[in-house]
């Protein structure tokens, strides 16, 4: 029986605070930032997935973004090194949550540094963007814990966005989806498909056909319906502002054992 769950995380109290790095700060509504979080776990839960809530960080404003913290591959949990120095403490109750479900524990350790938010797993090809939040000591380490497990770990670079996956994620069959203004190199990925907004190129595969996106991407919407898929839609905009988006408010976990 295949499980599926996903970690969250509750927004911190001084969300309106977080990190903003590549676009320009905007204020932050955090009322309607607690009711977007609560439709985002919620759908989960309609999707079918068992929502696993790590404890809250009031004093850490961006760790509503759970999976930077964490990297999942198969039972092993790579626990990050973020390279924001602020975030560092967001990954305590993290590993110990992972921990407690039977998770093989390995670690990001400094001069490494690596954002969850930096990796997109496609099969046993692990992209993994040099960012300005992950490094060359980062991905190397990476390489070396998921390697023997028989990933593939390419490194990609990523100058004009935060991370790896605010310019790419990848369908269910693999193929690659990024806004082309922020990719970097489209070449650098087996298949890969231009998206026509940016919040298009960040998708949750929840399972089956249906795609986990953003509702302000209603091109991108009939796109994926074109290709087949059932796009499931939910508002993120305070989340956006501080350049997160749908992937990053969880980290799903699938295949480990109830």
């Not at 605070?17 to 009322?31: L, S």
């Not at 759908?43 to 999976?67: I, M």
């Not at 690659?176 to 890969?192: A, E, Q, S, T, W």
């Amino acid at each position: 029986m295949t499980s599926r769950r996903a970690l969250v995380r509750r927004p911190s109290g001084q969300l309106a605070q977080g990190i903003v790095t590549h676009i320009e700060r905007r204020p932050i509504d955090t009322a309607l930032a607690d009711r977007q979080w609560t439709a985002y776990v919620d759908t989960l839960r309609r999707e079918g997935w068992q929502t696993l809530e790590v404890p809250a960080a009031d004093d850490c404003p961006d760790s509503v973004f759970v999976e930077d913290t964490i990297v999942m591959f198969r039972n092993v949990a790579v626990v990050s090194h973020p390279g924001a120095e602020p975030r560092r403490p967001e990954i305590l109750d993290v590993e110990k949550t992972v921990e407690a479900l039977g998770c093989s524990i390995n670690r990001i350790r400094a001069p490494g540094t690596l954002d969850g938010g930096d990796v997109l797993k496609v099969r046993d090809t692990v992209y993994v963007g040099r960012s300005g939040r992950t490094n060359a000591a980062g991905v190397s380490q990476l390489r070396a814990i998921l390697g023997p497990l028989g990933a593939t770990v390419v490194p990609v670079p990523i100058t004009r966005a935060l991370h790896l996956k605010s310019a790419v994620t990848a369908l269910p069959d693999g193929t690659v989806v990024g806004y082309l203004p922020i990719v970097d190199d489209p070449l650098m990925f087996d298949r890969f498909m231009p998206v026509p907004e940016e919040s298009g190129a960040q998708v949750v595969l929840l399972g089956g056909n249906r795609l986990l996106v953003a509702a302000d991407c209603p091109r991108s919407h009939e796109m994926f319906s074109d290709l087949g898929y059932e796009p499931v839609i939910v508002d993120v905009s305070e989340f956006q502002k501080l350049e997160g988006s749908v992937t990053c408010l969880s980290v799903r976990l699938r295949n480990l054992a109830p």
